[in-house]
């Protein structure tokens, strides 16, 4: 049965939802300028027809009046600020250009001409020219482009939308790392109190294993020897609690060791069907900076899901890796169920379990041991449905 707690599904379609907004607003406002820019693109035509009108007015040959309108067109021509735009005459040559911004310095005027012409037959692509009637047959043309204005505003719903996404990270990061910050306090907290309340049973219990070691005719030895061991175990775990709940502190330590005795420990504890093995590519003496007691509760907690995860029967391999850049790597394979992609992240998180019995919070302790304690990596390094599942766990070993 897989289990989940109810934030995290919730916190999914709130993700969604704000997709969808943002898509929503991104191709509205992408509609919207689109209208815009077409309005905008027919306003920028009739002026250019207008230009092209003046033009008309002012060389044309066929209008006696012209002379009295000579001002008002001149007004026409000097008012164009804004829309490149490029004349040619009835014999095909560029008589004059208007706006055009990226005419390089220093040509001499074949190499303008020459531009102008290129730049002529860019302005075609994107609109007709208009005509220009000079009278007596004679056609001259008006090329044009859009205005730096309407350019600017194309680019605007994807500058809004940039803005929006940004905005969009921001607010998940604040939200994601206040919530984070809270789960730390509910982990602390937790712990201490663990640790706290553990406190006081455990050492009325070594004072009676001490009680019962004094007494042997009363007591059996063997007894008080298990139940000694029992409470050094339960001692163990207060102690782990104990370490989470506070900063814990790091010591050099030998890797290879510390893995040895722990597997050596563990192989003892669990079913005999499970062939562990153990290899190390480190030098034997290879430290390596770790808080022992959770680095331990690492490990256990990834070999207990590995046992699991082959109902008790299969193959347990922890190979430790030197890596570049002075780093090392624990690999602890299993021959178990394996992880479909679909759970590779979810495992880690609180509550995620497939186990009737399972807390789900195995991995997380583990993952936050790992990462926040100790600066290193945890994840699935690899796993396949059926065949088995590779945890990896990378420290910084310099
Ligand atoms: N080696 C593995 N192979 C296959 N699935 C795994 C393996 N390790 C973990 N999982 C999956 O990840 C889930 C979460 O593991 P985690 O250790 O966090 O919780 P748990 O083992 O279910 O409960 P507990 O809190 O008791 O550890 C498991 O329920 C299991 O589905
Ligand atoms: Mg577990």
């Known amino acids: 049965m897989l289990k989940s707690f109810d934030i995290y599904s919730q916190n999914n379609i709130l993700k969604i939802i704000v997709a969808l907004n943002l898509l929503l607003v991104g191709t509205g406002s992408l509609l919207y300028t689109?209208?815009?820019?077409?309005?905008?693109?027919?306003?920028?035509?009739q002026y250019v027809q207008l230009y092209a009108n003046g033009i008309g007015y002012l060389f044309g040959s066929s209008h006696p009046d012209a002379g009295d309108l000579t001002f008002v067109t001149d007004q026409i021509l000097q008012a164009n600020t804004t829309i490149p735009a490029i004349y040619v005459n009835a014999d095909g040559a560029v008589a004059f250009s208007k706006n055009i911004d990226d005419i390089p310095d220093g040509l001499t005027p074949e190499e303008k001409n020459q531009f102008l012409q290129r730049k002529k037959l860019e302005m075609r692509k994107k609109h007709k020219p208009l005509v220009v009637d000079l009278g007596d047959g004679q056609l001259g043309l008006v090329y044009y482009a859009n205005s730096s204005l309407l350019r600017q505003l194309a680019y605007f719903p994807y500058a809004l939308l940039t803005v929006m996404a940004a905005l969009g990270v921001l607010a998940y990061l604040a939200f994601s790392s206040s919530r984070r910050a809270e789960q730390n306090r509910v982990w602390v907290g937790l712990a201490k109190e663990t640790a706290h309340q553990l406190g006081t049973p455990m050492s009325s219990l070594m004072a009676w294993v001490e009680y019962m070691r004094s007494d042997p005719d009363q007591f059996d030895g063997s007894i008080t020897d298990e139940i000694a061991k029992d409470v050094q175990r339960l001692e163990t775990i207060t102690s782990r609690f104990s370490s989470i709940g506070s900063v814990p502190t790091l010591k050099e330590e030998n890797l290879n060791e510390v893995v040895q005795q722990f597997t050596d420990y563990l192989a003892k504890r669990i079913s005999t069907k499970v062939k562990m093995t153990l290899a190390s590519q480190l030098p034997p003496d290879k430290m390596v900076r770790i808080n022992k007691l959770l680095f331990e509760w690492v490990i256990?907690?990834?070999?207990?899901?590995?046992?699991?995860?082959?109902?008790?029967?299969?193959?347990?391999?922890?190979?430790?890796?030197?890596?570049?850049?002075?780093e090392v790597a624990i690999d602890i394979t299993d021959t178990g169920k394996g992880i479909s992609k679909a759970n590779m992240q979810k495992v880690f998180s609180p509550g995620f379990s497939t186990k009737k019995r399972g807390w789900g919070l195995g991995l997380t302790l583990a993952k936050r041991i790992v990462e926040e304690y100790h600066s290193g990596k945890l994840f699935v390094k690899s796993s396949e449905v059926g065949k088995g599942t590779t945890f990896r766990i990378v420290l910084n070993a310099s």
């Open 300 to 326: 256990e907690n990834i070999c207990k899901n590995a046992v699991d995860a082959m109902k008790g029967v299969g193959e347990l391999r922890l190979n430790i890796v030197a890596l570049p850049h002075q």
């Open 34 to 45: 689109d209208r815009l820019i077409t309005k905008l693109e027919d306003r920028e035509k």
